[in-house]
């Protein structure tokens, strides 16, 4: 593998630790301390492993395809209990433990490859598409951790996921474009007549703001679509999820609040925001289970 420049993260070397601390920098918590320590655990696992495949696909130095490649076998490995890196051994031990299939593992990985291959969507349902392998697994895995499954609740989980998906791309719009990604999809730059030139500045363009606008909303209705997910779950279960969802709302709720000018500098919802969203999930789940 070539050598990292000065600054890159070279993920095949990383340690679990360097991996999980990134968690605190999502949009949601991605392990409640509220939770049962094993839990915890299992999440974090889960975390590490979509975290570390992400770097390789999105920071890695040299041929990200071929440490993609390595990535999968590492995955087989870890699933049968003889994983080396440490991301994937408690990956395998989480799977093991949760009864967790590999193909949500997988999908997140052929994410990552895609990411290689297409740096550009034409329509929302190819975006959808994508989500499905980037997003919609790791709602999969968390399910599986609290021994949950069923097709109405994976419905509303791949939509939490997806729209937790779409709201860090808009809020990464200048970012991704900045790597040579653009998310949002063609058809709706045409019809908002917005460039991709304009995703390099530092300015919003009122057309790009009435975009973003359109896009977040889309974000967001797929975040309340997932909503009975919430009440159809309950304890250490409901509350993580309610986090997931509360994240990603309150993140909604920033970038409103900052006008869609996601070019000038970085919308964040603060940790106080994203409590205050989970507790209103969780009471709102609490009363309507009661209803």
Known sequence: M????????????????????????ENFPVALRLLPARTRRQLLALYGYARFVDDLGDLAPGDRLAQLDWAESELDLALEGRAAHPVFVTAGEMARRCGASRQPFADLIAANRQDQLVTRYGTFEELLGYC???ANPVGRLVLAVFGRSGPLLEQWSDSICTGLQLVEHW????????????Y??????????VTEGELAGTTVSPALRRLLAFETGRAKALLEGGRPLVAALDGTARLAVAGFLGGGLAQISAIEAARYDVLARPVKASKRKVA?????????????RAA
Not at 184 to 193: N, S
Not at 278 to 288: D, K
């Open 171 to 182: 809020q990464d719009v200048a970012e991704d474009h900045a790597a040579g990604r653009v």
């Open 2 to 25: 070539p050598a990292a420049r000065a600054g890159d993260l070279e993920p095949v070397t990383a340690t679990l630790d360097a991996v999980l601390a990134k968690a605190e920098t």
């Open 276 to 288: 205050r969203a989970s507790v209103a999930e969780l009471v709102a789940a609490a009363a309507g």
């Open 132 to 134: 499905r392998l980037s």
């Open 184 to 193: 949002l999809p063609k058809e709706d730059l045409d019809r908002f007549a």
